[in-house]
């Protein structure tokens, strides 16, 4: 007999594969604060114990008073025993493609993670992806499952779009996209996400599977065009922040004109390559886009040494985390900026509020120490610093020129 397609708190219970990650902590705890008992399985035994213990292991708005309130209420627990994931009614995996070396795709290590897992999994279940996927995988691994004697299972693939800090006011916002490898999937998955979203848009898997690649590719090159147009007025003497802030004043049509910096993080060039992958190796904009982006700490070295005797100076480099107000350092471009000034600076010293390294000093150190500044992430913080030393902010984040 078939399953009812509706999915209720207090009657069904949820998984989360990576559940105490960037993607699968907020969605639980927006899941639990619903009222639907959600556990939480991560391999990462740390972050468990954090969490259990009432602390985030990263950074995310609104996050810290709503964890220890889902978890008072007995409804979010997490643990490293996959066990778990054979008791709950829905199943949400929150493990994406990776990309190896040559930034092609790696979907032998997406099937071997996610492999270890489906003996887990039960029939009845609802088997939500809900990480960046590389084209087509939804509808393979439901192939996969059949071929396993899963015909039971309903699969859907319904990507994240949040902006990494802001997770549970966005859970709350947007719409959620719905590819469904059957029909009676797509209904049980939007009868899932009904109790987070204020609507739902049904798409076939490949076409949910390109959405979040192209909103992340759309992102990437837009924030390469910024980076472009700032080479090209810092190259005839103009004044990028003048243009950008004159082209946004009062013109609606230039409102999604991206300032200059660096764009990074473990999403938007590991799909851009993705999406050019996928299409057979062949993306012009988006590989344009990663030349201009992934070049910009060289190129930014060098513009500064055509102002500044950088190899008899102190640089100091503040904001080490791929994005502002974010704790999150993962494929950040200022340790890249870090490793170029190593071989070009007499010392280079670099600090952030909140990224937890062991290589960097104290703030107060870099701007005592420091020869000159550059302006890595542009952290809400810094627009209150005062600096006795040249800056480099390309960001526009502090009130002093740029290079």
């Known amino acids: 007999m078939p399953h009812t397609s509706e999915i209720s708190p207090g009657q069904d219970s949820i998984a989360i594969v990576g559940g105490c990650g960037h993607v699968g902590l907020p969605l639980g705890m927006a899941f639990a604060d ?3 008992l959600v556990h939480l399985m991560d391999i990462n035994a740390e972050s468990v114990a954090m969490v259990n213990g009432g602390k ?3 950074v995310e708005e609104g996050a810290d008073n709503l964890l220890k309130e889902v978890l008072a209420s007995g409804l979010l627990k997490a643990t490293t025993d996959p066990a778990i994931l054979r008791e709950a009614d829905v199943v949400i995996v929150t493990i994406g493609t990776p990309v190896d070396e040559y930034l092609d795709p790696s979907v032998s290590s997406f099937d071997e993670s996610l492999h270890r897992f489906i003996g887990h999994i039960r029939p009845g279940q609802l088997l939500v992806l809900r990480s960046t996927v590389f084209p087509g995988v939804t509808d393979r691994l439901g192939r996969q499952l059949k071929s396993l004697g899963y015909t039971d299972a309903d699969l859907a693939y319904c990507p994240e779009r949040i902006v990494q800090g802001q997770s549970l006011q966005e859970l709350a916002a947007l719409p959620q996209l719905i590819g469904g490898y059957t029909e009676h999937a797509a209904e049980r998955a939007a009868a899932l996400f009904r109790h987070l979203s204020p609507s739902v848009i049904f798409l076939k ?4 599977e390109l959405a979040k690649l192209y909103a992340n590719a759309w992102r990437y090159i837009n924030f390469a065009i910024s980076n472009q147009f700032w080479v090209i007025a810092h190259e005839f003497g103009a004044d990028f922040q003048k243009i950008h802030s004159a082209l946004r004043q009062d013109y609606p049509r230039m409102k999604s004109f991206a300032r200059a910096g660096f764009a990074a993080g473990p999403c938007l ?7 050019g992958a996928f299409n057979h190796g062949s993306f012009i904009l988006g590989q344009a886009a990663m030349m201009i982006n992934e070049g910009l700490p060289y190129l930014l070295v060098q513009r500064i040494k055509q102002s500044f005797p950088i190899s008899t100076m102190t640089v100091g480099v503040l904001g080490m985390a791929f994005k502002p107000n974010s704790d999150d350092m993962r494929s950040s471009l200022s340790y890249k ?11 280079v010293l670099c600090a952030d509020p909140y990224v937890p390294d062991s290589e960097l000093v104290p703030q107060d150190e870099v701007l005592q120490k420091a020869d000159l500044i550059i302006i890595g992430t542009p952290h809400d913080c810094y627009r209150t610093l005062r600096f006795h030393q040249p800056v480099v902010d390309i960001t526009n984040i502090i009130s002093l020129g740029s290079c």
């Open 34 to 36: 619903k009222g639907f």
């Open 337 to 347: 900026l870090r490793k170029v000034l190593l071989l070009e600076a007499k010392e």
């Open 269 to 275: 060039l590991k799909d851009t390559m993705q999406l």
């Open 56 to 58: 985030m292991p990263f």
């Open 205 to 208: 898997p490949i076409e949910a």
